[in-house]
């Protein structure tokens, strides 16, 4: 089944370890056959993994991008599944993180990229509710 990806102007991607960047204009580019692509939203520096959920999205992105690594890149993205997992107790939470596994150790990285964002969800709503519990005079104490 063939891919289209519909860029906005100046638009970068990742196509099979090349980074591209589109023209001026607004285009669409069709994929007909099974490549490596990555949207530039869809990319993180390493300097950005700095939160649990995207300490675990880092190597799956590696993992898909460099293939030639996926054995370090995976035993990073275990330990830090690991850890992640045993500081949560949320079912669904927990039920998403066995998928994430589960579609990494089948090879299909882009799959587990896109459900590992539903964790930096889960991540942004327990900091939104972290800050709005703690008092505000103490952070003074």
């Known amino acids: 089944m063939p891919l289209k990806l519909s860029l906005k102007p100046l638009e970068k991607f990742v196509l099979n370890g090349a980074v591209v960047t589109n023209g001026d204009k607004r285009t669409s580019l069709v994929l007909q056959n099974k490549a490596c692509v990555l949207r530039e939203k869809d990319i993180m520096q390493p ?5 649990p959920a995207r300490r675990i ?3 799956i992105m590696m993992m898909y991008l460099d293939p030639s690594e996926d054995e370090k890149y995976y035993n990073d993205f275990a330990l830090r599944m690991t850890e992640f997992m045993g500081a949560i107790q949320n079912r669904a939470v927990l039920a998403t993180c066995l998928e994430i596994s589960r579609e990494v150790m089948g090879g299909s990285y882009y799959k587990a990229l896109m459900l590992c964002k539903r964790l930096f969800d889960f991540e942004q709503e327990r900091l ?3 800050s709005q519990s703690i008092p505000k005079n103490a952070a003074n104490r």
Do not use: C, I, L, V
């Open 47 to 51: 300097e950005d993994a700095t939160t």
């Open 57 to 59: 999205y880092f190597p």
């Open 128 to 130: 939104n509710y972290e």
